[in-house]
């Protein structure tokens, strides 16, 4: 199995944010999941059999302003999940991509409650409890 997780979370109007920090984002959060999945996808197309799991965020599907570039790059994330899941099906490796709601980490530091109005859930309970996009490519639901 290989998980890929990592992001950047730039908070504020895309106009006024820093454009090496949003490069760098988009180089995070989306580049460097394309390149944790060909290496992952190599391995285990020579053993025919694998799964690779992606996290990506909730505000893939639902955008919210002020965090314009990291919805984005997660949308992004999803949309490479359901293409290599269609890519790879016939060597048995499978794809699953989890869209969790924000949590209480460093990342989610700068966003304000009026853009997320639930409570942030700790790291250790969001997965389990976050939104899944399932492997037949239909709408996110909770397992």
Same mark, same amino acid.
């Given at each position: 199995?290989?998980?890929?997780?990592?992001?950047?979370?730039?908070?504020?109007?895309?106009?006024e944010q820093d454009a090496d920090?949003?490069? *760098?984002?988009?180089?995070?959060?989306?580049?460097? $999941?394309?390149?944790?999945?060909?290496?992952?996808? *190599?391995?285990?197309?020579?053993?025919? *059999?694998?799964?690779?799991?992606?996290?990506a965020s909730v505000l893939a599907?639902?955008?919210?302003?002020?965090?314009?570039?990291?919805?984005?790059?997660?949308?992004? $994330?999803?949309?490479?999940?359901?293409?290599?899941?269609?890519?790879?099906?016939?060597?048995?490796?499978?794809?699953?991509? $989890?869209?969790?709601?924000? $949590?209480?980490?460093?990342?989610?530091?700068?966003?304000?409650?009026?853009?997320?109005?639930?409570?942030? *859930?700790?790291?250790?309970?969001?997965?389990?409890?976050?939104p899944l996009l399932p492997q037949?490519?239909?709408?996110?639901?909770?397992?």
């Amino acid at each position: 199995m290989w998980v890929n997780n990592a992001a950047l979370v730039p908070v504020g109007r895309l106009d006024e944010q820093d454009a090496d920090l949003l490069a *760098r984002t988009c180089h995070v959060n989306l580049a460097g $999941v394309v390149h944790g999945c060909q290496a992952a996808a *190599r391995s285990m197309c020579s053993h025919r *059999r694998g799964h690779i799991v992606n996290i990506a965020s909730v505000l893939a599907v639902k955008p919210l302003p002020g965090v314009a570039v990291y919805s984005a790059t997660k949308a992004g $994330v999803v949309a490479l999940g359901e293409s290599l899941r269609r890519e790879l099906r016939g060597h048995g490796i499978h794809i699953t991509t $989890v869209l969790p709601y924000m $949590v209480n980490t460093p990342a989610a530091a700068g966003i304000r409650p009026r853009v997320l109005p639930v409570p942030l *859930r700790t790291s250790a309970s969001a997965v389990p409890g976050g939104p899944l996009l399932p492997q037949h490519g239909g709408p996110p639901h909770s397992p």
